[in-house]
C-alpha cells in the first residue's frame, strides 16, 4: 500500500525565518518521485519541487529545498526567508514508478505573520 | 499561453441530475487526472487517462463517468449515483505517468448541490 502522511496540520512562522514542513511516505516500489505542491486560497494546485528516489542530491528550486532521507522514508520541504504569500496549504505527494499516478497527504497549512 | 483550463467555476447541480465538469489542456500532455478535495482533505484520485480512448478508476470512481476521445480533454461526469458530490474538483495533466514527470493542474471547480 502506498501511503503519505504530513503530520502538521498546521504550521506559523515570523516572516524571515525558515521553516520545514514534515512528510514520510511509505511505499514498496524501489523507483519513486517525491513532490510538493502549495495551494493558496483560491485553490489551485501550484508545483514547487520534485525529489526522485535515486537521486543523489537533495533538489532544491530558489528558497525551497527537499530534505530527502531515503532510509528514513521522509521528504520535508524546507521553506527559506519564508514570505507573507508563503501562507497555503502544503500538500506532499508520491509517484510510484510502477502505478503511473500521485498519492497526496492530507496537506499543512502554513501561515506567515509579519 | 500553455495551461489548463476547467470549466465552470462553480457548478450547481439538483437533486437526480448529471452535471459534466470540462477539463482541457494544449501541453500536448499524454496523461490526465480528476481529482476530489473536500475541505480540509488532501486530493483524492477519481479517474486517470494515460492514452486516449483509455481510462483507469482511481480511489473514489463510483458515481463519476470519464471519457477520453481527444488528446486534449477529459471530461468528467457527476452522475445521480454521486450522493454526496459537493466538493472541489481538480484535473490536472502530465507528460506521461507522474513518476519523474509533474502534474500540472487547472485552476479547478467547486460543485454545490441545491
Given at each position: 500500500?502506498?501511503?503519505?502522511?504530513?503530520?502538521?496540520?498546521?504550521m506559523?512562522?515570523?516572516?524571515?525565518?525558515?521553516?520545514?514542513?514534515?512528510?514520510?511516505?511509505?511505499?514498496?516500489?524501489?523507483?519513486?518521485?517525491?513532490?510538493?505542491?502549495?495551494?493558496?486560497?483560491?485553490?489551485?494546485?501550484?508545483?514547487?519541487?520534485?525529489?526522485?528516489?535515486?537521486?543523489?542530491?537533495?533538489?532544491?528550486?530558489?528558497?525551497?529545498?527537499?530534505?530527502?532521507?531515503?532510509?528514513?522514508?521522509?521528504?520535508?520541504?524546507?521553506?527559506?526567508?519564508?514570505q507573507?504569500?508563503?501562507?497555503?496549504?502544503?500538500?506532499?505527494?508520491?509517484s510510484?514508478s510502477?502505478?503511473?499516478?500521485?498519492?497526496?497527504?492530507?496537506?499543512?497549512?502554513?501561515?506567515?505573520?509579519? | 499561453?500553455?495551461g489548463i483550463?476547467?470549466?465552470?467555476?462553480?457548478?450547481?447541480?439538483?437533486?437526480?441530475?448529471?452535471?459534466?465538469?470540462?477539463?482541457?489542456q494544449?501541453?500536448?500532455?499524454?496523461?490526465?487526472?480528476?481529482?476530489?478535495?473536500?475541505?480540509?482533505?488532501?486530493?483524492?484520485?477519481?479517474?486517470?487517462s494515460?492514452?486516449?480512448?483509455d481510462?483507469?478508476?482511481?480511489?473514489?470512481?463510483?458515481?463519476?463517468?470519464?471519457?477520453?476521445?481527444?488528446?486534449?480533454?477529459f471530461?468528467?461526469?457527476?452522475?445521480?449515483?454521486?450522493?454526496?458530490?459537493?466538493?472541489?474538483?481538480?484535473?490536472?495533466?502530465?507528460?506521461?505517468?507522474?513518476?519523474?514527470?509533474?502534474?500540472?493542474?487547472?485552476?479547478?471547480?467547486r460543485?454545490?448541490?441545491?
Amino acid at each position: 500500500a502506498q501511503k503519505i502522511t504530513q503530520t502538521q496540520p498546521g504550521m506559523f512562522v515570523q516572516e524571515k525565518e525558515a521553516v520545514t514542513l514534515d512528510c514520510t511516505y511509505d511505499t514498496s516500489d524501489p523507483s519513486y518521485g517525491l513532490f510538493w505542491y502549495k495551494q493558496p486560497s483560491s485553490g489551485e494546485m501550484i508545483f514547487l519541487i520534485y525529489q526522485g528516489s535515486y537521486d543523489q542530491q537533495n533538489a532544491t528550486e530558489g528558497r525551497y529545498s527537499l530534505n530527502f532521507q531515503k532510509a528514513r522514508k521522509s521528504a520535508n520541504l524546507v521553506i527559506s526567508a519564508s514570505q507573507l504569500g508563503d501562507s497555503a496549504m502544503y500538500f506532499c505527494a508520491m509517484s510510484p514508478s510502477t502505478l503511473g499516478r500521485l498519492y497526496f497527504g492530507r496537506g499543512t497549512q502554513l501561515t506567515v505573520w509579519p | 499561453d500553455g495551461g489548463i483550463t476547467q470549466s465552470p467555476k462553480y457548478l450547481f447541480r439538483k437533486e437526480g441530475q448529471n452535471v459534466t465538469l470540462s477539463c482541457e489542456q494544449n501541453l500536448n500532455h499524454d496523461a490526465m487526472y480528476w481529482y476530489r478535495q473536500d475541505p480540509g482533505q488532501g486530493l483524492r484520485l477519481i479517474y486517470y487517462s494515460q492514452i486516449v480512448n483509455d481510462f483507469q478508476k482511481g480511489d473514489i470512481a463510483e458515481g463519476y463517468s470519464v471519457s477520453r476521445e481527444k488528446k486534449e480533454s477529459f471530461p468528467l461526469t457527476v452522475t445521480s449515483a454521486q450522493k454526496n458530490p459537493t466538493a472541489f474538483y481538480l484535473c490536472a495533466s502530465s507528460r506521461r505517468g507522474p513518476q519523474k514527470e509533474t502534474q500540472y493542474f487547472g485552476p479547478g471547480t467547486r460543485l454545490l448541490v441545491l
